[in-house]
């Protein structure tokens, strides 16, 4: 299943994936039940979660349910328990929306959620986050994950997210980082896919984020709190939802 899953990832073009991969797997799931493993956002119960990942797919990763990633079951609990997302009345502007969320979060009758990208056929605006047509203030949240390491202009891109944020308002955008780095690495003059793949570890990757991501960030206008929230729930809650122990959450305020 590792090589299975590895292959698609990397050979197969994104947006098929997106627009049909669910399908076969939610029948591999019928065959998955059990209850060592809950997603947080669909709350399904498994034996274990599929593995994912390119080049070395992760154990107990992807949730054959609704294709919750471990940063994502993250992201959701944190959504729940540390803000008003679920209750409060806002404008959301979601970029590259991921598949678990957008059927949860469009019928939340509290929200006016708008998903946009430049290719993803499961975004309803067509938008380049780089010169985004939307005006100034418009949005209250915005969602923009594992979208940066990809974007030409990274400072361009975060100004746009800053500048369509209202006062007040939050972003959370995470992207993949080695925290072994202190300083993020980007090097246009890297045009090879498979060049790129080994300095930034994927081949559509234009940077690597190190730890220095959330002073990255910041550099945009943001007041960037970095937090550890993994880490103030219980382990074996943690260890049965599957989270990423590693994963900083990136909340951006304006």
């Not at 598949?99 to 975004?123: G, M």
């Amino acid at each position: 299943m590792k090589s299975i899953i590895s292959f698609l990832i990397r050979f197969v073009p994104r947006k098929y994936l997106q627009l049909f991969s669910h399908i076969p797997l939610r029948i591999y799931a019928v065959f998955m039940k059990g209850n060592n493993v809950e997603c947080t956002v669909c709350n399904s119960k498994f034996k274990k979660f599929l593995p994912y990942g390119r080049l070395e797919p992760r154990e107990n990763a992807l949730c054959p349910s609704c294709l919750a990633l471990e940063r994502h079951r993250l992201m959701y609990l944190y959504l729940k328990e540390k803000t008003s997302f679920f209750s409060k009345q806002a404008k959301v502007l979601h970029v590259a929306p991921e598949y678990c969320f957008i059927d949860r979060f469009e019928k939340l009758t509290n929200l006016e959620y708008i998903t946009a990208d430049i290719e993803s056929p499961l975004a309803k605006v067509r938008m380049d986050i780089e010169k985004i047509q939307f005006t100034d203030n418009s949005f209250d949240v915005i969602f923009c994950n594992h979208v940066l390491e990809h974007v030409e202009h990274f400072d361009t891109a975060v100004s746009e997210l800053y500048r369509v944020l209202k006062p007040g308002g939050y972003a959370i955008m995470q992207s993949p980082q080695d925290m072994k780095l202190p300083h993020t690495i980007s090097d246009p003059s890297i045009t090879d896919p498979r060049e790129r793949e080994r300095v930034f570890k994927q081949s559509d990757h234009l940077r690597l984020f190190g730890q220095d991501y959330g002073k990255e960030l910041a550099k945009g206008g943001f007041k960037v709190t970095e937090d550890d929230y993994v880490h103030e729930i219980d382990p074996a809650l943690a260890k049965r939802y599957a989270l990423p122990m590693q994963e900083i959450v990136y909340f951006c305020q304006k």
